[in-house]
């Protein structure tokens, strides 16, 4: 954690804590479950593993929201052109290990790597849908005035004035 500070209500970061804290972070980025991190870095359990991550990133500089949609665009981008790539190459249909032929002595291509790369693109245009606001679909913005809701409240008294003479008028 660190040392305190001669006041005794807070505690220092070393160069250590920091170093812990960073490698937190970095093993959980790589896919590592917390408590396997506790145990390489010497927490006492996930929840310290958890803790260090979490205050090494809150000392780092903060992405604007622009910086991270850019990153995200990023990867999505990277994704399909992999994709792409892979979609690209001949794949041949294999049948107990061996390349099958056609009835013009060709071999097959098999077509489901094709499929599952369109799946996969898909999957990315959904993705980019749901986490990038705008591109879907433009945002309509209505700018409400103070004569708009002047007018709205005018309208909402001469309605229930309306009701409460009618009611007056049906119980006479």
Request: no cysteine; proline share 3%; hydrophobic share 35%.
């Amino acid at each position: 954690m660190g040392t305190l500070d001669p006041d005794g209500r807070h505690f220092t970061r070393t160069p250590e804590t920091h170093e812990r804290q960073r490698r937190s972070a970095l093993l959980r980025a790589q896919g590592w479950e917390w408590h396997d991190i506790a145990t390489e870095l010497g927490y006492n359990g996930p929840s310290g593993a958890s803790e260090a991550a979490r205050a090494f990133y809150a000392r780092q500089d903060r992405q604007t929201i622009e910086d991270i949609r850019n990153e995200f665009s990023t990867k999505l981008r990277d994704l399909e052109r992999q994709t792409r790539e892979v979609m690209a190459h001949k794949h041949y249909v294999i049948s107990e290990g061996q390349l099958v032929r056609g009835p013009d002595g060709q071999y097959l291509i098999d077509d489901g790597p094709i499929y599952a790369g369109i799946e996969s693109i898909r999957k990315q245009m959904e993705t980019a849908l749901k986490f990038l606001p705008g591109v879907a679909a433009v945002t309509k913005v209505r700018v409400i005035t103070d004569d708009d809701i002047r007018d709205a409240l005018e309208a909402e008294r001469a309605e229930l004035a309306q009701l409460e003479s009618d009611g007056d008028s049906a119980s006479t």
